[in-house]
Nanobody, 124 residues
Framework: QVQLVESGGGLVQAGGSLRLSCAAS????????MGWFRQAPGKEREFVAA????????LYADSVKGRFTISRDNAKNTVYLQMNSLKPEDTAVYYC?????????????????WGQGTQVTVSS
């Protein structure tokens, strides 16, 4: 079993930045890909970004490409999402996912483990 705890969400003005963290526990290491998803009110959960175990492969949704950066520190079992140039449409609950798979170097299949979510609100 793996437990994921997200942190770093909050309220920020448009154009600002936030850094989300997701700490994994319950297993000594997460040897597969990890990702971030988000869900806005009234909308379905959508993919945001993913990173391979080595960190050598990263994927991004078109809507965040060039503004968000995903990274991981395997020694700390933690994945990060640096969010810059935030827009009101980035407002959502952000969820961390673990034990996923990157395939075809452009798709991410989520794993079974999800965090509880952290709220990000961007004001205009």
């Amino acid at each position: 079993q793996v437990q994921l705890v997200e942190s770093g969400g909050g309220l920020v003005q448009a154009g600002g930045s936030l850094r989300l963290s997701c700490a994994a526990s319950g297993r000594t290491s997460i040897s597969n890909a990890m990702g971030w998803f988000r869900q806005a009110p009234g909308k379905e959960r959508e993919f945001v970004a993913a990173v391979s175990w080595s960190g050598g492969t990263t994927l991004y949704a078109d809507s965040v490409k060039g503004r968000f950066t995903i990274s991981r520190d395997n020694a700390k079992n933690t994945v990060y999402l640096q969010m810059n140039s935030l827009k009101p449409e980035d407002t959502a609950v952000y969820y961390c996912n673990a034990d996923g798979r990157i395939y075809n170097n452009r798709n991410y299949r989520p794993g079974d483990y999800w965090g509880q979510g952290t709220q990000v609100t961007v004001s205009s």
